[in-house]
């Protein structure tokens, strides 16, 4: 109540936009990197100057919220909203000039940290190379803005799991991934391909616009699946997620409608069998 969502929605595609275009117009010849969790985790000082930038703009346009980014910095606030902010999603495939990294921008209502329960109410995830903006507000449908046009994305109508292409990601820790490989191995067979694309919120993104008919992944973090999961979910796809009876950490998927109970069965079981959860 009292929050005006497409302000919000406004906010969140303005300063998407903008941290997208430093990113790739700002990128140095010779990126600094260092290593966070394990050696192939890793952030990039461009990591660094758009978190710098979201927070900048945000303090100016919206001084009473919270901000909770992946880089260090976040700031408390006392309007209820936060912004949750991956200034860029997929930094591996920046690193090696892969053009499918994002910026995610979403403003959340609730709690969004480790295992608290909260709600993305509106979002914009820009991909910087494509020049595409993906962008949602609760109850406004999800919308693509590209070229100079904005249409509506809707996701699509298979109703076959054996026919779907699905997305999925993995985590940077060895164990977890040796885990991720062994729900792949049962899962693989059962679907039309797999599509492993480097980015977490764009994969959500994907599923909003038909590119994907499903994707999932276990161990994302708030800022890799808040904006993209609200595009998925307003583009019609049903989105598991923060209040599933799975925990938050654990397991992210959204698909097709047609789509989404199989995959979710499937996905959940070989979750609790092969991931643990
Ligand atoms: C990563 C990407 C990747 C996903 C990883 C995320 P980052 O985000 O979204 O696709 O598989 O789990 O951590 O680290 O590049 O911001």
Redesign the pocket.
Known sequence: AGVDLAELEEVACRVAREAARLVVEERPEDLGVAAKSTPT?VVTEMDQRSQELLLDRLAALRPRDAVLG?EEGGRDGTSGVTWVV?P?????NYLYRVPQ?AVSVAAVVGDPGEGGRWRAVAGAVANPESGELFHAREGGGAWLDARGDTRRLRARSTGDLALALVGT????APELRARQARLLVELLPAVRDIR??????L?LCAVAAGRLDAYY?T???A??RAAGELVAREAGARVGGPFDEVAAQALTWAAAPGVAEALSDRVRALTREHVGL
């Open positions: 985790d992946e991956d860029i999603d997929g930094t591996t990294y990601g993995f985590g940077y492993r694309q480097g980015s977490a919120a994969d992944e161990g994302l973090h800022w890799d």
